[in-house]
């Protein structure tokens, strides 16, 4: 913008609070070739509803909280060599419209200042997913233990409390994260995996994350409900009912419990997680990618 309110005003401001000790810079010699016209030394406050005021005394003692005093020139502005700013207009040389001033500070103010601690946020750890919850989920979606000892697990710990998620991470983060670097501070690494949720249903105290369907799908034998492309694209659009679905769809979702299934179809070869609820079969999948992909 190049209200002067939002410019010249301001520099003014910040000159007047520090006389002697900033001042402006002529740096016109620095782009010779720029057209632009000079810093404005007077001009004009406009309210919302197109009111002009030359001075904040004119200002309306209702608006005076809304158009303080420094929006206007302060007293002896041509001291202030406020002309060294430069407005540079659209319709002088093709250009957008700026404005430019440039600042010095001249005398310092009070010498130097201890600089205030800076608290440090507590260390966020990440720790190998234990063998028991290992085993539990390779278990319960039939993934062979030997693949899933390819990719490295780890959860996170954020002031000795085990946090919620749980994460996939490459080997060389892995050893990083194991090296015990103190001097490293992590707050956030991998892809997430898992997420913990309350165990309402007994099977399983995770729920997989979207963001791993890459990672774990292929790998993925129970827990799994085949669908064709049809069925595919209703479930893109809502959830489904048993009855609603397809006999064969229908006997794979109940034969399975409640939680987290994999939904394959293997005409589009696409993976998706899906929840299994007591009467309905819905997929995990938000709802801007339910739209592109349902096209």
């Known amino acids: 913008a190049l209200s002067p309110v939002e410019n010249e005003a301001v520099v003014s401001a910040v000159l007047s609070a520090f006389p002697g000790k900033i001042e402006l810079v002529d740096a016109g010699q620095e782009l010779p070739q720029l057209r632009r016209a000079k810093g404005l030394v007077k001009w004009a406050v406009l309210d919302v509803d197109g009111s002009e005021y030359a001075s904040h005394s004119e200002v309306p003692p209702s608006r005076r909280q809304k158009i303080s005093a420094s929006c206007f020139p302060p007293e002896g502005a041509h001291t202030l060599n406020m002309e060294r700013c430069m407005r540079v207009y659209p319709h002088l040389q093709n250009t957008g419209g700026f404005f430019v001033a440039v600042l010095r500070k001249t005398d310092e103010d009070g010498g130097a200042r201890d600089r205030a601690p800076n608290p440090e946020a507590p ?40 946090r919620k998620t749980i994460s996939a991470v490459s080997e060389a983060v892995a050893a990083v994260l194991a090296a015990d670097n103190r001097n490293l501070r992590i707050k956030n ?44 694209r209703t479930l893109l659009l ?58």
């Open 123 to 162: 260390p966020t750890a990440f720790f190998p997913l234990l063998n028991d919850t290992l085993a539990e989920f390779c278990t319960l979606f039939g993934i062979d233990r030997e693949e899933l000892a390819k990719i490295s697990l780890v959860r996170e710990k954020e002031k000795g409390q085990n």
């Open 189 to 232: 690494c991998g892809v997430k995996v898992m997420t913990q949720q309350k165990n309402e249903t007994g099977v399983f105290a995770y729920k997989l994350a979207s963001s791993s369907i890459d990672i774990l799908g292929k790998h993925i034998t129970e827990r799994t409900v085949e669908v064709d492309e049809n069925t595919l």
């Open 238 to 295: 809502r959830e489904l009912h048993f009855p609603d679905l397809p006999d064969a769809v229908a006997e794979q979702t109940e034969k399975t419990s409640v939680g987290t299934v994999l939904v394959f179809c293997p005409a589009m070869d696409r993976r998706f997680y899906g929840w299994r609820g007591h009467k309905t079969l819905s997929l995990c999948v938000d709802k801007s990618y339910r739209q592109r992909l349902s096209l």
